[in-house]
């Protein structure tokens, strides 16, 4: 279900202060249009950003089947048009203007019932003199399909932009119900231009060094677990409980909910109000204030503040330290924090043995890490570790 961050604003603010709401925290980009406008939203939140496109979209304006296309459109009239992109739909009329076709384009959807699947494309739409006969408010195509197959299509011609990846179940309705449908690949994804840098990513989402991923398109979804290979199963864990997956909206989130990952997702669909469920939902998860012997402690992912400094620690030290602050003053024996900190580790082979040992190494580095607060990492003989502290205001 869709949340919405209650009361946030643009401008950061929170207990780590100046830095941001989001300092500590690592957010993976996989997005390629408008990647560098959603990075620049969470850096100014104070996050630490990974931007590596799952997708490559690839304008079509030269491409033969987008004219071809587009003359159909003119081949005959029009009684609808589907417009489901502003940049698609930007595109598409620029191109048309090239071939000396945007006039004779503008026309003939003058003439039709203008669809919109959302706000952006509607100012896209408008921007060229055109007025949307409808746009539905979920600003999904499921909508969209069901206001048009309420109507009788028998013989109407209905033009589709796509959007880049095809529509194909959205024209077979239609053309289902009598319609003749003309398809407009206005661009279409390609592959990245860094795989490596994809498998990556998916890579430090497997050892949670990610704490969250924001989505903008399903077909990134898609790809981004398709890039994951052999390790797919392990994401798919990891977004289920450690790694929050943001979407922009309910369409986007679908290969997810489909493999069983609760999503959230903003009321609008808009970069900013993804941005501000982020923000809310990782610092609910993340973020814990703590009454310690050696005196007040901030966690939140790789930050630590203290009364009066803030240290960034490694992704393992900061990982244990985030585990055992979940549940202060509990012990959490040494199986569980490996399960937590090494999650491809087979239990009971040589693996779990070699994280048995490296565990005892990263409660050191983190003790040394902290400093006049390491002692708040207890030991407690032949059971595990704890936090020595309380919640504060939990």
């Given at each position: 279900?869709?949340?919405?961050?209650?009361?946030?604003?643009?401008?950061?603010?929170?207990?780590?202060?100046?830095?941001?709401?989001?300092?500590?925290?690592?957010?993976?980009?996989?997005?390629?249009?408008r990647?560098?406008?959603?990075?620049?939203?969470?850096?100014?939140?104070?996050?630490?950003?990974t931007?590596?496109?799952?997708?490559?979209?690839?304008?079509?304006?030269d491409?033969?089947?987008?004219?071809?296309?587009?003359?159909?459109?003119?081949a005959?009239?029009?009684?609808?048009?589907?417009?489901?992109t502003?940049?698609?739909?930007?595109?598409?009329?620029?191109?048309?203007?090239?071939?000396?076709?945007?006039?004779?384009?503008l026309?003939?959807?003058?003439?039709?019932?203008?669809?919109?699947?959302?706000?952006?494309?509607?100012?896209?739409?408008?921007?060229?003199?055109?007025?949307?006969?409808y746009?539905?408010?979920?600003?999904?195509?499921?909508?969209?399909?069901?206001?048009?197959?309420?109507?009788?299509?028998?013989?109407?011609?209905?033009?589709?932009?796509?959007?880049?990846?095809?529509?194909?179940?959205?024209a077979?309705?239609?053309?289902?119900?009598?319609?003749?449908?003309?398809?407009?690949?206005?661009?279409?994804?390609?592959?990245?231009?860094?795989?490596?840098?994809?498998?990556?990513?998916a890579?430090?989402?497997?050892r949670?060094?990610?704490?969250?991923?924001p989505?903008?398109?399903?077909?990134?979804?898609?790809?981004?677990?398709?890039?994951?290979?052999?390790?797919?199963?392990?994401?798919?864990?990891?977004?289920?409980?450690?790694?929050?997956?943001?979407?922009?909206?309910?369409?986007?989130?679908?290969?997810?909910?489909?493999?069983?990952?609760?999503?959230a997702?903003?009321?609008?669909?808009?970069?900013?109000?993804?941005?501000?469920?982020?923000?809310?939902?990782?610092?609910?998860?993340?973020?814990?204030?703590?009454?310690?012997?050696?005196g007040?402690?901030?966690?939140?992912?790789?930050?630590?503040?203290?009364?009066?400094?803030?240290?960034?620690?490694?992704?393992?030290?900061?990982?244990?330290?985030?585990?055992?602050?979940?549940?202060?003053?509990?012990?959490?024996?040494?199986?569980?924090?490996?399960?937590?900190?090494?999650?491809?580790?087979?239990?009971?082979?040589?693996?779990?043995?070699?994280?048995?040992?490296?565990?005892?190494?990263?409660?050191?580095?983190?003790?040394?890490?902290?400093?006049?607060?390491?002692?708040?990492?207890?030991?407690?003989?032949?059971?595990?570790?704890?936090?020595?502290?309380?919640?504060?205001?939990g």
């Open positions: 279900m869709g949340t919405a961050a209650p009361g946030a604003t643009d401008e950061p603010t929170g207990p780590l202060g100046p830095l941001g709401p989001l300092t500590g925290l690592t957010v993976g980009v996989t997005a390629d249009r990647r560098d406008e959603l990075a620049a939203l969470l850096l100014r939140r104070g996050a630490s950003v931007v590596a496109p799952a997708l490559r979209m690839v304008p079509l304006a491409d033969a089947l987008l004219r071809a296309a587009t003359e159909a459109c003119l005959r009239p029009v009684d609808y048009v589907v417009a489901t502003g940049v698609g739909w930007r595109g598409w009329m620029s191109a048309a203007e090239g071939w000396g076709l945007a006039e004779a384009l026309g003939a959807c003058r003439e039709a019932a203008v669809l919109s699947r959302g706000s952006k494309t509607t100012g896209a739409l408008r921007a060229c003199g055109l007025r949307e006969e746009a539905p408010e979920s600003e999904t195509m499921d909508a969209v399909l069901a206001w048009l197959l309420a109507r009788d299509l028998g013989g109407r011609h209905v033009v589709v932009q796509e959007h880049g990846a095809p529509l194909a179940g959205f077979d309705a239609l053309r289902a119900r009598g319609a003749v449908v003309t398809v407009l690949p206005v661009y279409r994804w390609g592959p990245p231009e860094d795989p490596d840098a994809v498998r990556r990513l890579a430090r989402t497997v949670r060094e990610i704490h969250a991923l989505f903008t398109s399903s077909p990134a979804i898609e790809a981004f677990l398709t890039a994951a290979g052999p390790d797919r199963d392990h994401v798919l864990s990891a977004l289920r409980r450690d790694v929050l997956p943001v979407c922009i909206g309910p369409l986007c989130a679908r290969p997810l909910l489909t493999a069983g990952v609760p999503c997702w903003p009321d609008r669909g808009r970069l900013g109000s993804l941005v501000r469920v982020l923000t809310t939902e990782l610092t609910r998860r993340h973020r814990h204030e703590l009454a310690t012997p050696a007040p402690l901030t966690i939140q992912g790789t930050a630590v503040l203290t009364a009066d400094t803030l240290l960034h620690l490694p992704p393992l030290p900061a990982a244990l330290l985030a585990a055992l602050a979940e549940r202060p003053g509990t012990v959490l024996s040494r199986t569980e924090l490996v399960r937590r900190l090494w999650p491809t580790a087979a239990p009971g082979g040589d693996d779990q043995q070699h994280a048995l040992r490296a565990l005892e190494t990263t409660v050191g580095r983190l003790r040394g890490a902290l400093g006049a607060y390491g002692g708040v990492v207890g030991t407690v003989t032949k059971r595990g570790y704890r936090l020595v502290g309380t919640g504060v205001g």
